[in-house]
């Protein structure tokens, strides 16, 4: 009746406004009977695991590797194209217009959200979790992210209703006080499709990140823009310039003429067998904690299920059952967990680490990450390889505000060696500058410098360092510890023909880049009307009379040229990066069409930017997943790999 209706409404409300209190009780997911036997029953759980993790060790695992962004976003796409059920996907940063095949313009089909709009149509059931960003720090814009695959399947057409988008922390003092997070964010990137298939890595399915092993570092094209590989914003140089507006897809404010783009370097993994379940697991504990803290009361917003987690387990992955609840429950895997792919499917030994939390997941804090990553550095007997886009961590407790004490692990590990009179080798890469805009001079670099001053104190400065405690142990620290970066060359194609054709047509290359992204985007990808009404998102759109000007742009350039042909702009005269890989070619040998005082101008140089979140010791364990070496990742997942036949090679 609508009494009824009434009296639920208000006991909503009531319950809205209780959030309130939450301010004042901090424990207040964990302080009653229920969630304290629910507590109980994951330590209990966690204890039986190795590394405490919420996961067991599961043999059988197959697992494929993903050097850098190329082969691994191809591999996504073939994935996702054969999806029959659901997908699963966490990013930190999602880029509906990511291309995960190039060159875009003549894979245009290949666009992330074109993809996912066919499979939605397709009847697939499509979950994603974002992060949601402190807007004033970070411009990743999920707004956006969230409105453009929400709008793909409009009411009305095939496969409304199929893409569901979810961002969290919430920022709102007003929806959510009590739980709002700004110091913390989620930063795993792993997607899961059909319980059958999983990847998981340090590779985000946004800008920026699609890389090949060579680490391009131009892509100006005088025989022709069709050849692009990065169109629009996804030529970045995060050192020069963050990502601006990236709601609007096309706009890049970075010159291709006379910038080049930062290289990214990244490892990432296919997973087939029972870590698969795993990760989905935590996919739907994920997602039941978004719906219980930020969606509880609204009917778009369904609980998921889980096979194995029924009935007095389902408290396991944070399904609650309300008097009164609001929205459906939803089983899954939509069919039967026996018919996917689990037991023996491949060789490697395999167990699923993390790091969470209350504010993340709702549950005590796990940080079998960390646990993990001691035990394999001090249990290591020949090697550690380390990959990292970040390296702060502490030797004991003598260096505040820093806690996790990896750096401990590093030097007993050092230290045992010594004593044993045992060649011993740990190998750290790095960034030589974290990802931040900004010349370290200036005062608007005092964060970047503030994390590099961290790192050096972690590495080699003061008695509390790795080198230092691993010196006060009285052997030298620079036959044990090795730390480099990476750095890439290229040049630009900036011909003397290209800049007859600026001259002739009146129109700059920069102007083209942004023409070309227009035209290979066709409609959409300045947002949707709806963005302008979400105080969260950012900018907003263009006419069609502006869009076609732009267009024209590249229509009067294009009828400047004098030649046209489409190339390989990999081993084409528009970059020489291949040069810098083993028997690549010479650069004193490469055609160029002028000048060589001009040539010498177009040379450029940049940091290969270390993003993996990698560990290797003695070719026997790896660790791979999207966990920094810091304290602030608080929530992360790792893939931690025995192989048992064969060693684990990166090649």
Same mark, same amino acid.
């Given at each position: 009746t609508s009494l009824y209706d009434a009296k639920v409404k208000g006991i909503h409300i009531k319950n809205k406004i209780g959030k309130f209190g939450n301010v004042l009780n901090p424990n207040h997911r964990h302080d009653e009977a229920h969630e304290k036997a629910t507590d109980e029953k994951r330590t209990k759980v966690a204890e039986g695991h190795r590394f405490e993790s919420f996961a067991p060790e599961r043999p059988g695992n197959k697992i494929k590797w993903y050097v850098d962004g190329r082969d691994y976003f191809w591999a996504v796409s073939v994935a996702l194209e054969r999806a029959t059920e659901t997908i699963y996907i966490a990013d930190w940063w999602l880029s509906p217009e990511l291309f995960l095949r190039r060159p875009p313009f003549f894979l245009q089909e290949y666009r992330l959200d074109q993809i996912l709009k066919r499979r939605a149509e397709a009847g697939v059931q499509i979950y994603i979790i974002v992060y949601k960003e402190v807007a004033q720090a970070l411009t990743c814009n999920s707004a956006h992210t969230k409105h453009a695959l929400r709008n793909l399947c409009p009411e009305g057409s095939p496969g409304h209703g199929n893409i569901h988008v979810m961002r969290h922390p919430d920022h709102n003092v007003f929806e959510n006080m009590g739980d709002m997070t700004f110091y913390w964010a989620h930063h795993e990137k792993f997607i899961v499709i059909d319980y059958a298939l999983a990847f998981i890595g340090g590779l985000d399915m946004c800008f920026g990140r699609w890389d090949l092993r060579q680490h391009l570092l131009a892509d100006v094209h005088p025989e022709g823009v069709q050849n692009e590989i990065f169109p629009g914003q996804d030529y970045n140089n995060n050192r020069i310039m963050d990502f601006q507006s990236v709601e609007d897809w096309s706009s890049n404010e970075l010159s291709k003429p006379d910038f080049g783009r930062m290289p990214w370097h990244d490892v990432a993994m296919g997973v087939i067998g029972d870590c698969v379940y795993d990760i989905a697991e935590h996919f739907v504990l994920r997602w039941n904690f978004i719906k219980r803290d930020k969606y509880k009361r609204s009917e778009g917003v369904d609980w998921l299920l889980l096979e194995d987690r029924e009935g007095d387990n389902e408290d396991l992955i944070a399904v609650q059952?309300?008097?009164?609840?609001?929205?459906?429950?939803?089983?899954?895997?939509?069919?039967?967990?026996?018919?996917?792919?689990?037991?023996?499917?491949?060789?490697?030994?395999?167990?699923?680490?993390?790091?969470?939390?209350?504010?993340?997941?709702?549950?005590?804090?796990?940080?079998?990450?960390?646990?993990?990553?001691?035990?394999?550095?001090?249990?290591?007997?020949?090697?550690?390889?380390?990959?990292?886009?970040?390296?702060?961590?502490?030797?004991?407790?003598?260096?505040?505000?820093?806690?996790?004490?990896?750096?401990?692990?590093?030097?007993?590990?050092?230290?045992?060696?010594?004593?044993?009179?045992?060649?011993?080798?740990?190998? =750290?890469?790095?960034? *030589?500058?974290?990802?931040?805009?900004?010349?370290?001079? /200036?005062?608007? &670099?005092?964060? $970047?410098? +503030?994390?590099?001053?961290?790192?050096?104190?972690?590495?080699?400065?003061?008695?509390?360092?790795?080198?230092?405690?691993?010196?006060?142990?009285?052997?030298?620290?620079?036959?044990?510890?090795?730390?480099?970066?990476?750095?890439?060359?290229?040049?630009?194609?900036?011909?003397?023909?290209?800049?007859?054709?600026?001259?002739?047509?009146?129109?700059?290359?920069?102007?083209?880049?942004?023409?070309?992204?227009?035209?290979?985007?066709?409609?959409?990808?300045?947002?949707?009307?709806?963005?302008?009404?979400?105080?969260?998102?950012?900018?907003?759109?263009?006419?069609?009379?502006?869009?076609?000007?732009?267009?024209?742009?590249?229509?009067?350039?294009?009828?400047?040229?004098?030649?046209?042909?489409?190339?390989?702009?990999?081993?084409?005269?528009?970059? =020489?990066?291949?040069? *810098?890989?083993?028997?690549?070619?010479?650069?004193?040998? /490469?055609?160029? &069409?002028?000048? $060589?005082? +001009?040539?010498?101008?177009?040379?450029?140089?940049?940091?290969?930017?270390?993003?993996?979140?990698?560990?290797?010791?003695?070719?026997?364990?790896?660790?791979?997943?999207?966990?920094?070496?810091?304290?602030?990742?608080?929530?992360?997942?790792?893939?931690?790999?025995?192989?048992?036949?064969?060693l684990i090679s990166l090649n």
């Amino acid at each position: 009746t609508s009494l009824y209706d009434a009296k639920v409404k208000g006991i909503h409300i009531k319950n809205k406004i209780g959030k309130f209190g939450n301010v004042l009780n901090p424990n207040h997911r964990h302080d009653e009977a229920h969630e304290k036997a629910t507590d109980e029953k994951r330590t209990k759980v966690a204890e039986g695991h190795r590394f405490e993790s919420f996961a067991p060790e599961r043999p059988g695992n197959k697992i494929k590797w993903y050097v850098d962004g190329r082969d691994y976003f191809w591999a996504v796409s073939v994935a996702l194209e054969r999806a029959t059920e659901t997908i699963y996907i966490a990013d930190w940063w999602l880029s509906p217009e990511l291309f995960l095949r190039r060159p875009p313009f003549f894979l245009q089909e290949y666009r992330l959200d074109q993809i996912l709009k066919r499979r939605a149509e397709a009847g697939v059931q499509i979950y994603i979790i974002v992060y949601k960003e402190v807007a004033q720090a970070l411009t990743c814009n999920s707004a956006h992210t969230k409105h453009a695959l929400r709008n793909l399947c409009p009411e009305g057409s095939p496969g409304h209703g199929n893409i569901h988008v979810m961002r969290h922390p919430d920022h709102n003092v007003f929806e959510n006080m009590g739980d709002m997070t700004f110091y913390w964010a989620h930063h795993e990137k792993f997607i899961v499709i059909d319980y059958a298939l999983a990847f998981i890595g340090g590779l985000d399915m946004c800008f920026g990140r699609w890389d090949l092993r060579q680490h391009l570092l131009a892509d100006v094209h005088p025989e022709g823009v069709q050849n692009e590989i990065f169109p629009g914003q996804d030529y970045n140089n995060n050192r020069i310039m963050d990502f601006q507006s990236v709601e609007d897809w096309s706009s890049n404010e970075l010159s291709k003429p006379d910038f080049g783009r930062m290289p990214w370097h990244d490892v990432a993994m296919g997973v087939i067998g029972d870590c698969v379940y795993d990760i989905a697991e935590h996919f739907v504990l994920r997602w039941n904690f978004i719906k219980r803290d930020k969606y509880k009361r609204s009917e778009g917003v369904d609980w998921l299920l889980l096979e194995d987690r029924e009935g007095d387990n389902e408290d396991l992955i944070a399904v609650q059952r309300p008097k009164h609840p609001v929205g459906e429950y939803i089983q899954h895997p939509l069919s039967p967990l026996n018919s996917k792919p689990r037991g023996e499917q491949g060789t490697v030994h395999a167990q699923v680490v993390r790091s969470s939390a209350d504010w993340s997941s709702g549950i005590l804090p796990e940080h079998s990450i960390q646990n993990a990553y001691c035990e394999v550095i001090e249990n290591a007997q020949h090697f550690v390889y380390i990959e990292n886009q970040f390296f702060i961590t502490a030797t004991g407790d003598q260096q505040s505000p820093i806690h996790n004490v990896i750096g401990r692990a590093i030097v007993n590990a050092c230290v045992r060696a010594g004593k044993e009179n045992r060649k011993f080798r740990v190998i =750290i890469l790095i960034p *030589a500058i974290p990802g931040f805009a900004g010349d370290l001079r /200036e005062d608007a &670099a005092t964060g $970047t410098r +503030a994390i590099m001053d961290y790192q050096y104190k972690s590495i080699n400065r003061g008695e509390h360092s790795i080198m230092g405690q691993i010196a006060k142990e009285g052997l030298d620290p620079s036959k044990y510890i090795f730390v480099f970066n990476l750095r890439a060359y290229d040049r630009l194609n900036k011909t003397p023909g290209l800049i007859k054709q600026e001259e002739k047509s009146g129109v700059k290359y920069q102007d083209l880049q942004r023409a070309e992204a227009e035209e290979i985007m066709g409609s959409g990808i300045h947002g949707d009307p709806s963005e302008s009404e979400d105080k969260d998102a950012q900018g907003g759109q263009i006419s069609s009379d502006e869009r076609q000007r732009i267009i024209d742009k590249k229509r009067q350039f294009e009828a400047a040229r004098e030649h046209m042909d489409a190339k390989d702009p990999v081993t084409s005269a528009d970059s =020489i990066a291949e040069d *810098a890989m083993m028997h690549g070619g010479k650069v004193s040998e /490469e055609p160029w &069409a002028g000048e $060589t005082e +001009a040539e010498k101008e177009n040379f450029v140089q940049e940091e290969l930017y270390i993003h993996g979140k990698l560990l290797i010791a003695d070719d026997k364990v790896v660790i791979c997943g999207s966990s920094n070496i810091n304290d602030r990742v608080n929530l992360a997942l790792s893939l931690l790999l025995w192989q048992l036949l064969t060693l684990i090679s990166l090649n």
